[in-house]
């Protein structure tokens, strides 16, 4: 046998593995890197979270990543440099944090690298007949296996697509298998850039469980905030927000874009929910004057109400009601008062925080990349079903470093 996959089939027989989740969202503030120790799989998956640091990206590569970020037109080199620099920036960020933790990476078992996401293309989006679903995420497996000398799995959301689904969301898994309990119904909510939820009805029965995204979650008030104050990348605590006035008329034009009409689930990104979006609502209702205080009232209300609405919607037609669920709140939005105040007010749940189920709401993404690597090398028998999206498939691609 070749001795890279002795050395996989020894991890995947070990009682508890090491795996290094990464995330880097549609946010471009940083590397999410989740040090964790799993052990089991499926439903019988436990997580310890042993180190977690987000590794902010300096303005450079920001700027790179911006250039060809959820843009219809880029320069093609850009791209395939892009490809392989953000690789070997992810290894160099992680062989960093393992130097700061005192770990050596002989330690660390697996990598599961979610990679950046430059481009989210569902055939909603794109509605072109002959093109399935489609989606792309950069920063080469090969480079980070090479140069951590740590096995690594990458580009997670191909498998989902060639299986039926749109890629994304993915944090169905994770949640399922850590979060599903028997007797009480619970709604993940994660507010990222883009805000999605998974849905666990206290059946805890995997044919039932559902997840979407909602649309919007931060994505649009981090960009009218930089665009209006460049030194400023989020609207810190809603404080620009909380003195404005919500426009309802802007508001109204917002919401009536045809993705809201669109049958769940389904999955969106900043391809739709860009600057030229809202100045188009703007144009709509002559409100190009608006003061930066109301944008971003608007913004953050509209955020508040597609979430509930969708979250709303979906019940509705299930056998539970809203008001027995419990909404988990992770994600970077969960830090915004005035976002989660309207989400308390739109919503008859009881809210609390992935952090009260022991799963820190910032890691959680990060995390949930390092199960789907240990389902893929030790696990893989859970079955979701028929439920469109959620392909029972185990996925990634696996990375040797030799
Ligand atoms: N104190 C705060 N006040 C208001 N907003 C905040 C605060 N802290 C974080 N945020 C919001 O959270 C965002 C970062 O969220 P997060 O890291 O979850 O996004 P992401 O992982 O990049 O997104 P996605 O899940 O869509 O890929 C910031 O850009 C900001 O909008
Ligand atoms: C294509 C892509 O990167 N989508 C992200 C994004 O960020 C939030 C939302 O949009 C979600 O669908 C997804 O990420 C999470 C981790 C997921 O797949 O569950």
Redesign the pocket.
Known sequence: MNSNLESLYKIAHKPTRTIIGL?S?????GLDVALCEISGSGEETEVKLIEFKTVEYSEDIKTEIRSVFAKQTIEFQKLVLLNQWIGVLHADMILKCLHQWGISSEKVDLIASHGQTVFHAPKILHQQEKFPNATLQIGDGDHIAVNTGIITLSDFRQKHLAAGGEGAPLAVYGDYFLFSKKGENRIML?????ANFTYLPESSDAEEVFVTDTGT??TL??AFTKLVFPKK??????AIAKDGIVNQELLTSLKSNSFFQKPFPKTTGPELFSVDFVTNAQKNTSMLNISINDLLATLTRFSAETIAEAINSTINNTNYLVENFTIYLS???T??PLLVKWLKELLPCHFLKTDDLGISG?AK?AILFAILANETVCGGNSDFGTRKGIPSVSMGKISFPN
């Open positions: 995330m969202g549609t946010s471009l503030d994660n507010i990222g850039g883009i979650g931060n008030i981090d990348s989020y609207d810190k605590d809603a994600g970077g939005g830090h915004n910032d993404e």
